[in-house]
C-alpha cells in the first residue's frame, strides 16, 4: 500500500505535467499532461486514489494549486450536514469535508514580480501540522512539511526528457505525444532505472510490486494488453470516484419516458 503520495507540476508551454509521486518508494504513480484545470488535477487525484485506497489514506503532501484542493474534496470529501442559524430560517446546503483520518499539506511559495522565491510558508488543509509533520518522520521522508522530493523528480524529469528543457529546440508541439514519451520514460524510471538511494534497488521493488529489476527486453515484451471488459470496470471505477459524495446525495431517479 503506498504510504505517502505528492503532487506537483511543471511548465511545458501552455499545458503543464501534473505529478503523483510515492515519496518513500520513489515510484511515479502518474505523469498527466493537461493545462492547469479543475479537471486535470481532478483526473490526478483518481489516479492516485485507485491505487493507493485499499487501505487507510495515504499522506498528501502538494503545492497551493487551488485545483487541488477541490479535487481532493471531490473524490475523497465526504458529506458536511449544517445546521440552520436560526430556528425559523431556510435549511442550509449540505458541504463536502475531508474524511476523519486524511492528512494534507501544503506548501506556499511566495514570488516576486519576477518570479524569484522569497518566501516559503506550511499549513494544513486536512489534520494539523503537528500531525502531518510526526507522519512525515515516521515514514523517514523528511521533518517538515515539504515537496523537495517533487522538485527533485522534476529536475530528473527536465534533465532526461529534451523536450522539458528549459531552453531547447526539441519542444513538444502535440501534447499527445508528449504524454506518451512520458508515460514510456515513467515505466522505465519504476521498474529498470536502478537508484543508489534505495540500496540499488528500482522504485517497484522499494514499493514491493516485484522482486528484480526489469530489464529492457523484459520491459517491452510484457503482454499488457487487457479484454474491453476489464477497460469498461477500470472506466467505470474512475467515473465512480469522479462523481463526489455531494453529487450522489442530490441525484435523482429518472423516470422512465414511455
Not at 465512480?240 to 419516458?257: G, M, N, W
Amino acid at each position: 500500500m503506498v504510504e505517502s503520495a505528492g503532487t506537483a507540476r511543471k511548465k511545458v508551454g501552455r499545458t503543464w505535467v501534473h505529478t503523483a509521486f510515492e515519496v518513500k518508494s520513489r515510484f511515479v504513480i502518474e505523469l498527466h499532461v493537461a493545462p492547469r484545470s479543475l479537471e486535470a488535477a481532478l483526473a490526478l487525484v483518481i489516479s492516485v486514489a485507485v491505487v493507493c485506497l485499499a487501505g487507510s489514506y495515504p499522506l498528501f503532501l502538494i503545492d497551493d494549486h487551488p485545483p487541488y484542493v477541490s479535487a481532493l474534496l471531490r473524490v475523497l470529501g465526504r458529506i458536511k450536514h449544517r445546521r440552520r442559524p436560526h430556528r425559523r430560517s431556510r435549511r442550509r446546503r449540505p458541504a463536502l469535508k475531508p474524511p476523519p483520518g486524511l492528512l494534507v499539506g501544503v506548501v506556499e511559495k511566495l514570488r516576486d514580480a519576477q518570479g524569484h522565491l522569497r518566501k516559503v510558508s506550511r499549513k494544513a488543509l486536512s489534520g494539523t501540522v503537528r500531525q502531518i509533520e510526526t507522519r512525515v518522520r515516521e515514514l523517514g521522508i523528511g521533518r517538515r512539511i515539504t515537496t523537495a522530493h517533487l522538485e527533485r523528480f522534476n529536475g530528473t524529469l527536465r534533465g532526461r526528457q529534451c523536450r522539458l528543457a528549459r531552453r531547447t529546440r526539441q519542444i513538444s508541439r502535440r501534447s499527445d505525444l508528449l504524454q506518451e514519451m512520458l508515460w514510456i520514460f515513467r515505466d522505465i524510471y519504476n521498474w529498470i532505472k536502478l537508484h543508489g538511494s534505495l540500496g540499488d534497488r528500482t522504485p517497484a521493488m522499494a514499493l514491493g510490486v516485484s522482486d528484480h529489476p526489469w530489464s529492457i527486453v523484459e520491459y517491452i515484451c510484457h503482454p499488457v494488453h487487457v479484454s474491453d471488459l476489464q477497460r469498461d470496470i477500470w472506466a467505470e471505477e474512475r467515473m465512480t470516484l469522479q462523481e463526489s459524495a455531494l453529487d450522489r446525495y442530490f441525484h435523482k431517479k429518472v423516470l422512465p419516458i414511455p
